[in-house]
């Protein structure tokens, strides 16, 4: 099966850090990976998106990495604020064409 | 912006009991879905409609019903609600299928308890 991992602790950290999150894939390359944020009682919100022929995105003080090699995605935030306090969502596309997710890690960034 | 928008936001149902989740987009997306999401097993697709006209099953569907009533329309339909049922329901719409990675826009959730 094409599974999707995410590290299913909460991450605590202090504002000011880089907080770096994990999804780990099975089975073939997806050839894209997706990250969202949820708001507790809210819908996923998309945040970036990244394709198997790149290694690196960008987006403002985020950032994904996709390693093919290590079956892994990392997502950073640099310079976390507790807004950011949230539940991230990993989402690999699958080889029916539609994405499959993870479980969700949750962070908490402390003043 | 309304995006995508689905009714009720809290319902209680008993076991038996039959009920249909609306929902609807205003971004005149092509596809359609609908996924449930309980505690540690992350989101999991129920139905989804690849354009108008067009229903197929997601990863758990039995128990459940659509209707891609219209383009902008996707409902669910519960029969005969279980326990199991109990969770919570996010539609959500894309401008095409996934295959081509596009950004899924989610509605803000539909909390379904079954006693």
């Known amino acids: 099966s094409q599974k999707i991992e995410q590290n299913s602790e909460a991450l605590n950290i202090q504002e000011g850090k880089t907080a770096t999150l994990t999804c780990n894939y099975t089975?073939?390359?997806?050839?894209?990976l997706q990250w969202y944020r949820q708001d507790p009682g809210r819908g996923p919100v998309f945040l970036l998106l990244?394709?198997?022929?790149?290694k690196e995105k960008r987006k403002e003080r985020l950032k994904v990495t996709f390693d093919t090699t290590l079956k892994q995605s990392l997502f950073h935030i640099t310079a976390s604020q507790p807004a950011d306090s949230a539940t991230y969502l990993c989402?690999?596309?699958?080889?029916?064409?539609?994405?499959?997710f993870g479980q969700g890690t949750t962070l908490q960034v402390k003043p | 912006n309304a995006g995508v928008t689905q009714t009720p936001k809290f319902q209680v149902l008993k076991t038996g009991q039959s009920m249909t989740l609306q929902c609807a987009q205003d971004?005149?997306?092509?596809?359609m879905y609908w996924y449930r999401q309980d505690p540690g097993m992350g989101l999991r697709l129920i139905y989804y409609?690849?354009?108008?006209?067009?229903?197929d099953k997601g990863e758990v569907p039995n128990g459940y019903n659509v209707s891609r009533l219209n383009k902008r329309e996707f409902s669910l339909r519960l029969e005969s609600a279980a326990p199991s049922q109990t969770s919570v329901y996010f539609c959500?719409?894309?401008?095409?299928?996934?295959?081509?990675?596009?950004?899924?826009?989610f509605g803000e959730g539909s909390w379904l308890t079954v006693v």
């Open positions: 089975n073939y390359s997806p050839a894209y």
């Open positions: 971004m005149n997306h092509n596809s």
């Open positions: 990244i394709r198997e022929n790149e």
């Open positions: 989402a690999r596309s699958g080889n029916t064409g539609k994405l499959i």
């Open positions: 959500a719409s894309s401008d095409t299928g996934q295959a081509a990675g596009n950004t899924i826009y």
């Open positions: 409609s690849a354009s108008e006209g067009t229903t």
